[in-house]
């Protein structure tokens, strides 16, 4: 379906140049001359990249339908990684190219968004924070503080985090998926 540009509203997904984007802002422009206009911030749903699109009164796109699934993570192999769809317990298989840098944050039985369209899985969201163990590290020094610096630490994922130096091998720690910084210790 057609929109025009006045159903342009933030969080609509349009279809355009082979691409799906999310509406991020949207501004409508009414200048006393000449006919009106819509300049917009759009999200390339599979990519993640913003793009700056005006739009004049005559222009219109396709709307594109995007679906979000809960999908759990099962296990990986050779660049490929395996998910179970909450709601009808079929396994999907995503390549590393979908995940990008969140594959480094999986865990067994995580629970993750995916995003479809027309079954296609244009990417998947991580959830913001996860609890992981930390596996390999330096020793702590007893004195060390928490603004004393960082060390890196691997965790049970395989990443490797920049920690403080009061983390020890066992620890339970935060960690942001989003920018792969240390939070806080769990207890």
């Known amino acids: 379906m057609a929109l025009s540009i006045n159903q342009f509203k933030v969080g609509v997904t349009i279809f355009m140049d082979g691409e799906v984007y999310q ?3 949207t501004e409508h422009v009414k200048p006393a001359k000449g006919s009106a206009f819509v300049r917009t911030k759009l999200k390339n749903l599979r990519t993640g990249n913003l793009l700056d699109r005006t739009f004049r009164g005559q222009d219109s796109a396709e709307e594109a339908f995007v679906e979000q699934r809960k999908l759990q993570y099962l296990y990986s192999g050779q660049d490929m990684y395996h998910f179970m769809d909450q709601e009808n317990y079929e396994q999907l298989v995503v390549s590393s190219d979908v995940l990008k840098d969140g594959a480094k944050f999986l865990k067994d039985n995580l629970e993750v968004l995916g995003i479809f369209y027309k079954n296609q899985i244009l990417n998947v969201i991580m959830p913001n924070f996860i609890e992981v163990l930390v596996t390999e590290t330096e020793p702590g020094i007893r004195g060390d503080t928490a603004k004393g610096g960082n060390k890196p630490a691997k965790v049970e994922t395989s990443a490797t985090i920049q ?25």
């Open 23 to 25: 509406i991020v802002e």
């Open 163 to 187: 920690v403080p130096l009061f983390i020890n091998v066992g620890d339970k720690i935060k960690v942001d998926t989003r920018s792969g910084a240390y939070v806080e210790r769990v207890y």
